[in-house]
């Protein structure tokens, strides 16, 4: 098992940044996919972006590319969603995910992790 809990949530004008932190523990994180979702008042909750247990393939919702990256860390068992030019559309509670997983796929489909954090929030003022 891997457990997850998030960080880095705030308050933000538009067009600005800040950077999610995801702090792993439990079982090798290595071996374990790494999602990024969020979930907006009223609406169901979203992939926003997830990365392969080395690193090397990473996906991200067409809602977010060019503006997010999502790297890790395995030796400090951390996860980061960096996240520029922010937009008020962008206003959602961002939650960690991990599933173990080691093929080539994106793992675009909730119901297929695991373990989740309790989320933070982060809100875009215009």
């Known amino acids: 098992q891997v457990h997850v809990v998030e960080s880095g949530g705030g308050l933000v004008q538009a067009g600005g940044s800040l950077r999610l932190t995801c702090e792993a523990s439990?079982?090798?994180?290595?071996?374990?996919?790494m999602g990024w979702f969020r979930q907006a008042p009223g609406k169901e909750r979203e992939f926003v972006a997830g990365?392969?247990?080395?690193?090397?393939?990473?996906g991200y919702s067409d809602s977010v590319k060019v503006r997010f990256t999502i790297s890790r860390d395995n030796a400090k068992y951390t996860v980061y969603l960096q996240m520029n030019s922010l937009k008020p559309e962008d206003t959602a509670v961002y939650y960690c995910?991990?599933?173990?997983?080691?093929?080539?796929?994106?793992?675009?489909?909730?119901?297929?992790?695991?373990?989740w954090g309790q989320g933070t929030q982060v809100t875009v003022s215009s």
């Open positions: 439990g079982d090798t994180v290595s071996s374990y996919f």
């Open positions: 995910a991990s599933k173990k997983y080691s093929g080539p796929m994106i793992l675009l489909d909730i119901k297929t992790y695991e373990f």
């Open positions: 990365i392969s247990g080395s690193g090397s393939n990473t």
